[in-house]
């Protein structure tokens, strides 16, 4: 960062500053995502699972069993019977959840596999390389056994020349004006695109703002009516309360993090009320950059993560040391406690959360990080089973993914057994005892501590 550099722009800067390191060492956008198993093997032959308390992406069922064949849950509830031609598993003092769904991740190189390392069966990509998409689309569609987590993605972000998004150091397709926003989401939705994702980071009315350009007002309109026109979500990236308004006021489906200069207020929470919006605060991300100092003797709570022995023997030596490191760059405008307050507030006022991570970012770790996510939506006034909808049912619901998100029958039985009660006590959902995908068993991967 060069010191002519203002305060201000110094809070702005530092996520794109700490993308731009992380692309200089893991070649950002560079390595494609490798699905590890593009074979389409047969689904895996079933199991049930008796006694159980069932979390099934909306309430909790008490000594419940649940039956999967060929992929897929075929019955769920406490009443049903144990078919006596499966394996069946006893899962007293345990609950069974659907996978996780992580709402905002950055996927490149074995990121879906140490995604599904922690349960995390779904991720909904905010912005990478589209190039391996479509053998990734493929692959999620069947219901063979995976190696890793499916992804859902936006593709390249809408960004103008030289905007956020652009310093990564390879080619993404820009726009400057309202004319061009129909041809732009046409070539995304061909590159395979899921949904459109849009930076909007413009300069404040006394000229403060980001050292680099940003859509205007009338070109985010553009592209949120050219995304629903064509039946796609228009989710919108803002870190500042004013564009979030502007954002929302232009139509956007939902902001992909909560804004962290000021603390949200009522007009805000009514509009995204109103709207119908949803916010992704990635609190996990913020908590990473808060440069306010631990208490003496306490521990950041990213650096708490990696040190907890439920996550800990299954972090890469790399995830461990991105979680354990201070703050990259001083970010005085992002403080997780105002962002704390500002999901209180936006959850108290009706507003949908979904729980995202924004890993790989500094601090935070494909898979794992969503598990503090969950933690930190707590602290922010969600109860544990809002929370858990937040990283279930909600996500899945918003993004129009039909066969997950719940445990039901017809549903893909993406499934996690954890020991003890996360619908009371959210940090249960670190304590993993199985994995399936599509019904095959994931076994999980220990790393050894780094020299």
Not at 34 to 43: F, H, S
Not at 185 to 213: C, N, Q, T
Not at 233 to 248: F, I, M, N
Not at 426 to 437: M, V
């Amino acid at each position: 960062m060069d010191g002519t550099t203002t305060p201000h722009r110094r809070a702005w800067r530092g996520p794109a500053v700490a993308l731009a390191v992380l692309a200089a060492v893991a070649g950002l956008f560079l390595a494609l995502p490798e699905p590890g198993d593009e074979r389409l093997a047969p689904p895996a032959p079933g199991f049930a699972v008796r006694d159980v308390r069932l979390f099934d992406g909306e309430r909790v069922v008490e000594a419940a069993t649940v039956v999967v064949r060929q992929g897929r849950v075929v019955a769920a509830g406490a009443g049903v019977a144990a078919p006596a031609d499966l394996p069946v598993i006893d899962g007293r003092g345990r609950t069974l959840l659907p996978g996780l769904i992580d709402a905002h991740v950055h996927t490149w190189g074995d990121a879906l596999a140490e995604t599904l390392n922690f349960g995390v069966t779904t991720v909904l990509d905010m912005f990478s390389d589209p190039g391996p998409h479509r053998e990734l689309r493929r692959t999620r569609e069947a219901l063979s056994p995976r190696a890793h987590a499916d992804r859902f993605s936006a593709g390249h972000l809408a960004t103008v020349p030289g905007g956020h998004g652009t310093q990564f150091g390879v080619p993404v397709p820009t726009l400057s004006t309202p004319a061009e926003a129909p041809a732009w989401v046409d070539a995304r939705l061909a590159e395979g695109s899921d949904f459109i994702k849009i930076a909007y980071e413009p300069r404040s009315a006394e000229g403060l703002g980001p050292p680099f350009p940003s859509i205007d007002r009338p070109t985010l309109a553009a592209l949120v009516a050219a995304a629903q026109a064509r039946q796609r979500l228009a989710v919108v990236h803002v870190s500042r309360l004013v564009p979030a308004h502007e954002a929302l006021q232009a139509g956007a489906d939902g902001l992909v993090h909560v804004h962290a200069d000021r603390v949200a207020d009522a007009e805000l929470v009514q509009l995204a009320r109103a709207r119908g919006a949803f916010v992704t605060p990635t609190l996990a991300v913020i908590a990473g950059f808060d440069p306010t100092p631990p208490a003496p003797g306490a521990r950041r709570g990213n650096a708490l993560l990696a040190a907890d022995p439920a996550v800990r023997p299954y972090l890469t030596p790399e995830q461990r040391r991105g979680l354990e490191q201070a703050p990259p760059t001083r970010l005085v405008m992002f403080r997780l406690a105002g962002a704390l307050e500002s999901v209180r507030r936006l959850h108290a006022g009706g507003v949908e959360i979904l729980a995202g991570s924004d890993a790989p970012n500094p601090g935070t770790a494909h898979g794992a990080s969503l598990h503090h996510e969950l933690e930190l939506l707590v602290q922010a006034g969600l109860s544990p089973l809002q929370a858990l909808r937040a990283a279930t049912s909600a996500p899945a619901r918003r993004f129009g993914l039909t066969d997950r998100g719940r445990v039901a029958a017809g549903q893909r039985a993406d499934l996690l057994l954890v020991a003890g009660d996360p619908s009371a006590d959210i940090r249960a959902t670190r304590a993993i005892e199985r994995i399936w995908k599509n019904g095959a068993a994931v076994e999980r991967r220990r790393y050894p501590e780094a020299p």
